[in-house]
């Protein structure tokens, strides 16, 4: 992406390019095939047009001749540009200063209709000088000290010698009075003819020479009938239109000259402005008189007229079409161009939900559902119909920018206030690698700040926030508003059994995807409330895929987004949940009374880091080789689909991990869990602190990664301040710990870095029961475990990287004392201390965080091995592992919430189904062989010997009879082994 703005494009056209632009010859090749569709075609023609979010890079200014090729209609390519390509920042307009008062006349119409081949003189010499009415005056100075005008181009008769003389008429995009009045303005300022006195003959029978393409008919107050120019209320723009159509048929010598007049009162505003200025700028919606008064007062003195070539209405009536066809296609590629015009300077239209909705219903598959859903309910197609709209109309997303910009000057005192800073990472990257790519960011899900928070970061930086896929619980009452028209769009929890339902959503994201909307969402489907990274849910990526493969005309790029929080509003929500509690249903009521608290609290910062980018082509080059890039139909189902969608998912969460942010929270979390007490010496904390920020700094994780730079007793200080740490002061030194609930609320934050610490805790879990152990056989034990951790972690090595890893590691151990080499035997043989020293202490403290992995990889092959091969089904081993996992924290020491999720024993399972560990039998049982119980008694070097027996006391109870009294045999923590024998 270029420099931050809302409509952002790299190439931007320059200002001369963008108000020369004719009317396209394709365009009006175009209307002229379009008039033969009916009104929901021309709604699909207005819709396609793409954000300015993401902007190719092979744009180029449209020519300045084209009217002259107006009537030619065989080329398409003069519409290949697309006006979103150019950023309403970089049109720089010329200001013109010029007097205001009566003495600057502007010049009248021609007197007679010349032809079009005849020569005539300057337009300096060819017309008098004439007042403008009395109204228009008397108007004019009341308006004038509250607008001032920038036209382009700077003196539009110097830049377009086709008009020579011959009478002129202006077409506006509506009707209104000022309207009229900057017009008549603008043309006296630049010597033009006024649009205030009549053509020749007057065929307008208006006596006026300006017409417009829609009425602003959303006010209920009547117009000022001494005031307001005479127009008929019951005219349109097509009887204007089509009488002067008629007086070219009548009358041949006649040659008006067609200038369509772009006026925008206040643009685009940036973030800079004013929230009023932001909420009566100009906009896609046509407003009444009321809000036109208020732009024109706040930004009025910000007002562009755009001038645009003229076409020959002589050579529209030549082409010989029937009249009627001739109005359409006229009004149809004015339509156009004014929307070129108006995506260009202000921006493209992003609500979806008007623009959208019709296409979604059009689409062929919606129609089929629709079908199908009539028979399936025995009802008429038109109430299938109605609601496959109402489905449609829940789901879209209704984007305001004046509603963007009001909630961002409402959360920048709210961020202020509830945070420390917000910090920002890696965006730059994104913003060159984004040009030319449809953008869908996937970030982590850690809370419901996430998405205010992304959007917010985006918009403060001049990026278009995307478009974000919420789940409808969060549609509440005012809330579920604001969140619709900053972007959200709703998706119920589970869209099974409602294939209606499916397929508007499926088309809806298809039509986003093609139109090159930016859109976020979470693959893991909810919030963590572990803080670990959830296991993918493929089926919104399944739908982007899809819509790319349907139309691969856009490249997308997938922009994974780690979020970090020191400090969670949900917090207690999540304990209990962990604890088992059902999750409330979220209200507005809920959410007002909690606002006061929120204000209140300290959530420390946030830290958001933009990862590296994951290109579908890419992906789909790795997996599905045998795809051309030609389309691929919607029911299609290629047997690379499932593969693409999974890797894709799987690295989506790499990429996500590795760009972790590693906040105070978390390297307080890392050693304060790692006793069993919870609590630390302040001494010794400050060494542990300094022990995993010396590894972050000499084993680095990835490029993308960040770590907080403060000191550790800075780090301890802000714990401190924002209420994680409790101080108990002692005469031998203070203790630093937290107790009870914040706790489990801890562990939260240790999961968040989990995977940066992976290589330093498997080496350090080695050396829990073992005092001596060879290098080879640390690095073999290790190479056989992670296919487990990388799974479950997202890490991104191979084994071989892995296992260099962990040679690096063990250099830094060494050196920092934690290990000793004794010997260059067989590879080297590492020993640690004797006792209880501080580095044994330390080294405990690292290897703590991927104990309780090993002791759930324990259980897991435990219980199948006590039941032996063929007993038990997938599903009834997770069952009999989580309870087993559940009976030891219960009779031994609390164990972490994520010690007995369901999930991760699935996940441990399934990576031994794919390391053919087990598989299942013709009745679905699983089975193994002697490979398993081997894996099983290297569990010796890792878990203790009282600790494996305990676990294997739990398991066979738990296999036979889920009840046993397990007092046998205990170890005094079931997370903390004691100490082997030296």
């Known amino acids: 992406m270029s420099e931050p703005s809302t409509a952002d494009a790299p190439d931007a056209l320059a200002p001369e390019a963008v108000a020369n632009e004719a009317i396209p010859s394709a365009d009006r090749a175009r209307a002229d095939a379009d008039v033969r569709a009916d009104a929901s075609a021309t709604v699909a023609t207005v819709a396609t047009e793409p954000p300015a979010h993401d902007v190719a890079d092979d744009a180029q200014p449209l020519p300045s001749d084209i009217a002259a090729r107006a009537s030619v209609p065989d080329t398409e390519a003069a519409i290949d540009t697309d006006p979103t390509e150019v950023d309403r920042h970089d049109v720089t307009p010329h200001d013109v200063n010029r007097p205001d008062g009566d003495h600057d006349h502007a010049p009248v119409q021609a007197a007679l209709p010349i032809a079009a081949s005849a020569p005539v ?43 020579n003389g011959r009478p002129v008429c202006y077409v506006l995009e509506d009707y209104g009075l000022s309207n009229a009045l900057i017009l008549e303005r603008a043309c006296r300022e630049t010597g033009l003819p006024s649009p205030l006195q009549p053509l020749p003959g007057d065929p307008l029978g208006r006596k006026r020479a300006y017409v417009a393409l829609s009425r602003r008919n959303v006010s209920a107050l009547p117009p000022l009938p001494s005031l307001t120019p005479q127009v008929p209320s019951a005219k349109t723009h097509s009887g204007s239109l089509a009488r002067l159509l008629d007086a070219h048929r009548v009358d041949p010598a006649l040659d008006v000259q067609l200038v369509p007049v772009s006026i925008f009162v206040g643009r685009a505003p940036d973030k800079s402005s004013g929230w009023f200025s932001v909420l009566f700028s100009e906009n896609w919606t046509l407003v009444g008189r009321f809000r036109r008064i208020m732009a024109i007062a706040l930004n009025g003195r910000d007002t562009l007229v755009r001038f645009a070539p003229p076409v020959s209405l002589r050579e529209i009536v030549n082409e010989g079409l029937p009249p009627e066809r001739t109005v359409r296609k006229l009004s149809r590629v004015l339509r156009t161009h004014f929307r070129r015009i108006r995506a260009a300077v202000i921006g493209p239209d992003l609500s979806t939900r008007r623009l959208l909705v019709d296409q979604v219903l059009a689409a062929e598959t919606v129609k089929d559902a629709i079908s199908d859903q009539a028979r399936r309910d025995k009802s008429s197609p038109a109430e299938a119909w109605k609601k496959a709209h109402g489905y449609a109309y829940e789901i879209a997303a209704d984007y305001s920018h004046p509603v963007v910009r009001s909630v961002s000057f409402l959360l920048t005192p709210v961020w202020n206030r509830i945070y420390r800073g917000v910090l920002v990472h890696h965006l730059d990257r994104l913003k060159q690698d984004a040009p030319g790519f ?41 809330i579920g508003t604001i969140l619709r028209k900053g972007g959200a769009f709703f998706i119920r929890r589970s869209i099974r059994g409602s294939a209606l339902y499916s397929a508007v959503f499926s088309e809806y994201m298809a039509q986003l995807v093609s139109g090159g909307y930016s859109i976020e969402y979470f693959i893991e489907g909810g919030r963590s409330r572990t803080g670990r990274l959830l296991p993918p849910k493929g089926g919104t990526l399944a739908m982007t895929v899809r819509a790319f493969l349907r139309q691969p005309t856009r490249p997308v790029m997938f922009q994974p987004v780690y979020i970090g929080y020191e400090k969670l509003m949900e917090g207690n929500s999540y304990l209990d949940e962990l604890t088992g509690k059902p999750k409330e249903k979220e209200s507005i009521w809920k959410l007002l009374f909690g606002i006061p608290k929120v204000l209140r609290s300290n959530y420390g910062q946030v830290v958001v880091n933009f990862g590296e980018p994951i290109r579908l082509g890419e992906v789909l080059g790795e997996h599905a080789p045998d795809w051309n890039g030609t389309p691929v139909p919607e029911d299609a189902k290629p047997a690379w689909l499932g593969e693409t969608v999974s890797a894709l998912a799987q690295r989506i969460q790499v990429n996500v991990n590795r760009a972790a942010d590693v906040n105070p929270i978390n390297l307080l979390a890392l050693a304060l869990l790692s006793t069993p007490k919870h609590a630390m010496g302040e001494a010794d904390l400050l060494a542990q602190i300094t022990l995993s920020k010396t590894l972050l700094a000499d084993v680095p994780y990835s490029d993308r990664v960040t770590v907080t730079p403060h000191a550790p007793a800075e780090i301890v200080a802000h714990g401190e301040e924002i209420g994680v740490l409790t101080r108990v002061p002692h005469p031998l030194g203070d203790v630093l710990g937290v107790a009870g609930e914040k706790a489990v609320l801890l562990s939260y934050f240790r999961n968040n870095v989990l995977h940066l610490f992976t290589a330093a805790s498997w080496i350090a879990c080695c050396f829990q029961n073992n005092r001596r152990m060879g290098v080879v056989s640390v690095l073999r034990l290790g190479r056989s475990v992670y296919p487990f951790l990388q799974a479950e972690l997202f890490l991104p090595w191979s084994e071989d990287e892995f296992v260099e890893r962990l040679s690096r590691t063990i250099d830094v151990f060494v050196r920092e004392g934690l290990l000793e080499r004794v010997s260059e035997d067989d590879g080297g043989i590492l020993a640690r201390n004797a006792g209880q020293t501080d580095e044994v202490f330390r080294l405990r403290a690292i290897g703590h965080s991927l104990q309780q992995a090993f002791e759930r990889y324990y259980i897991a092959t435990s219980v199948l091995v006590k039941n032996g091969a063929g007993t038990l089904s997938a599903g009834e081993l997770e069952t009999l592992c989580q309870l087993a996992a559940q009976r030891l924290s219960l009779l031994y020491a609390p164990a972490a919430p994520e010690f007995f999720d369901k999930t991760l024993f699935r996940g441990f399972i399934q990576k031994m189904r794919e390391l053919k560990l087990v598989w299942p039998d013709a009745n ?59």
């Open 121 to 163: 003189e300057s337009p300096d010499a060819r017309v008098p000088a004439v007042r403008p009415p009395w109204w228009a005056r008397l108007l004019g100075r009341v308006m004038a000290p509250w607008v001032t005008l920038t036209v382009e181009p700077e003196s539009p008769v110097d830049h377009v010698p086709e008009w």
């Open 438 to 478: 449809e953008v869908v960011y996937v970030p982590c899900h850690r809370s419901h700040m996430d998405y205010l928070l992304l959007s917010y970061l985006l918009y403060a930086r001049g990026i278009v926030p995307p478009h974000i896929v919420a789940g409808i619980n969060l549609n509440l009452p005012v």
């Open 924 to 982: 679905g049982k699983l089975t193994f062989d002697s490979r398993l119980e081997a894996w099983a008694r290297d569990a010796k070097f890792i878990l203790g010997r009282e600790l494996r027996h305990t676990i294997e006391k739990v398991s066979p109870e738990a296999a036979r009879s889920g009840d046993g009294n397990g007092s046998a045999a205990a170890p005094a923590a079931a997370d903390t082994p004691t100490e082997p024998k030296a």
